[in-house]
């Protein structure tokens, strides 16, 4: 009788985004150094194979993961304010958001590495560049509300430094910001009657 051998089934294949997600999560977790290609594959159940499949080195998976960053975490988000009918619900639902990703433990972990390698020649054009399109887009909203377009970019730029503010704060010291939804409604209440005050 021949014995029949199983067929081992096939690995799954990672992707790009598989890599970039890990290296997002490596970076959140320890900051840009921690982005390194053998931890990398064994958290990912892969070999250093699989990685120089989809990537020629450490510095454009690194690339390749910040271009994430800004997609995910700028474009995204704007497409999801843009999905609001008017100014005044936009910029609540943008201020809304920003404030209550700060609530999920670590999920601003990312946004806080990124400031804190601010001059590393991978990160800088890449924050600076997130940066203009936050300040410019929020500005766009206070114009919305009838704001000339100096008044409306001061606005932009204490509404920005708010929400950094504001993560800084809810990473270092967490419960010396507002813990509960309802106190976190009332904060971004509070937030958009001071940035819109004429």
């Known amino acids: 009788m021949v014995e029949r ?7 799954t294949r990672l992707t790009v985004a598989d890599w ?25 159940g892969a070999t250093k194979g699989s990685f120089y499949w989809h990537f020629a080195n450490r510095d454009a998976l690194i690339e390749a993961a910040l271009q ?15 999905a609001e009918p008017d100014p005044l619900a936009k910029l609540r639902t943008l201020i809304g958001a920003v ?31 997130v940066t203009r399109r936050r300040l410019a887009y929020t500005a766009q909203l206070f114009e919305g509300l009838g704001l000339d ?10 509404a920005v430094s ?18 509960t939804v309802e106190q976190r409604r009332r904060y971004v209440d509070r937030i958009i009657g001071l940035v819109t005050a004429l």
């Open 20 to 44: 970039t997600g890990a290296a997002l999560q490596a970076m959140a977790r320890g900051g840009l150094a921690a982005v390194a290609v053998e931890p990398l594959a064994a958290a990912l």
């Open 162 to 179: 708010t929400y950094l503010g504001h993560a800084q704060l809810a990473h270092a010291t967490p419960a010396l910001v507002p813990g």
């Open 68 to 82: 994430r960053w800004e997609t995910d975490h700028t474009e995204a988000v704007i497409t999801m304010v843009e």
């Open 5 to 11: 051998r199983t067929r081992k089934p096939a690995a």
């Open 99 to 129: 404030i209550e990703s700060t609530a999920i433990p670590g999920a601003d972990a990312i946004e806080l590495a990124m400031l804190a390698t601010a001059d590393h020649p991978h990160v800088a054009p890449v924050l600076a560049r």
């Open 149 to 158: 377009p100096d008044e409306a970019a001061d606005r932009a730029l204490i």
